[in-house]
């Protein structure tokens, strides 16, 4: 909330009319101390979530031991006897296939893992996308689909396509107390490169600020605005995950801290409406403010020189003042409002409906949805289509751009 601060009145020796102090118009504590934090919890390794229903992609991260040559015989034994109550389809550069009981020992080593992985996980509807360890330290990416009629399908590639792409926008890097590395500020730049320029606007003065861990140690990043300012933090969280998932499709894996910084990204698309309106707040309270001053020190001079006339021209400004008062009040509320569901947050639930988020974590409210949808639609959009193709469509349709510039 705001307030306005009001001084009591001056006792000028004069007849009529008494102009009033003015008191500078401030931000209330409370309002500065306000910041919009939005921000991505990444769940703890082995940690449980609400079951949802219908599809929905998993974020939580699995530790998966690393599998070798040795372990095809009982991989395949326990494939064989999972086969006989779910159906498996597998997708090996792009060409799905149903397999049979025949086909079971033919098939690739880290999707036997994957499959008999399903097996003991219970997540109907779920999308996950995991690293399986092999030799010499490599990870493999795979896509493990599990569907409500318990069938599994199983995404891998034979070999993974470059990921490099001219970024359309080149993040600021801000050290906070802790320092960009440049492994990470590569995959800072990657994420970035997913953004075309009418995304990668929003972000012109929004700087990437690294620290080692929010409050809530789950938060791998969050975007903060106080007022007319705002940052995106990203904690040492987002990157610990890098080594257990990744995000986007087997052939073309990016790291899952990408999908991390894209979701406060989100965040800071559906916040710019209220971020604009703040400045113009802003610019409009040290407006005001300069005009009290300039009023405040005529009205001291009226005060000494006992002048009438001075006098009857301030109690017209002191009028003139209380006007702007009125509404930089009203532009305060419009501020608050649209921080707390602004055009672009509107459109995209007009456009959804109650279609459920793409995630757990998007489910607990309309901001996460929309920043868990835009994240995927950025770094996974087979992902999202399948999740929430309502969303799907809607961002392809360029459906956030429209409602921002609607603001």
Known sequence: MYRVFVAARASLYLRGPIPTD????RWSRQAKNSFFSASLTLILVGCGASQPEG?????????????????????????????????????????QKIIRQAHIARLPLVVLKAYVLAGKIHKPGAEIDI??????????PVTLITKTDGSVTILAATKTRSRARQAAYIPRFRNGDAQWSSAHRKTLR?????????????LSDIPLSRYKTARDKRKGAVYLQKGCTAEIRVYN????MDKLQFVGAPNRPYPASMRTVLHEVGHAIHSQPSRMAACQLQTQEQKLNTRIKRYNRRLAVARQRNDRRLAEQLETESRAIGRARKKLKSLAKAVESL????????????????????????????????????????????????AMPKAYEWFARGGHLKAADRQ
């Open 55 to 95: 599809p929905y992609y998993e974020t939580q991260a699995f530790q998966v031991d690393p599998v070798s040559s040795k372990d095809r015989k009982k991989l395949v034994q326990a494939a064989t006897k999972i086969l006989k109550s779910r159906p498996l389809v597998v997708g090996l550069d792009g060409r």
């Open 237 to 240: 969280r987002a990157f610990d």
């Open 22 to 25: 003015q008191a500078q118009f």
């Open 131 to 140: 690293l399986i360890p092999v030799s010499h330290g490599k990870k493999v």
């Open 339 to 386: 921080m707390d569901r602004g055009p672009v947050l509107k459109a995209y639930q007009a456009a959804t409906g109650s279609s459920p988020a793409p995630t757990v974590y998007g489910r607990s409210s309309l901001k996460e949805s929309f920043a868990e949808a835009f994240a995927l639609f950025r770094s996974d959009r087979a992902a999202l289509k399948r």
């Open 190 to 202: 990657l994420a970035m490169s997913l953004l075309p320029k009418t995304d990668a606007a929003f």
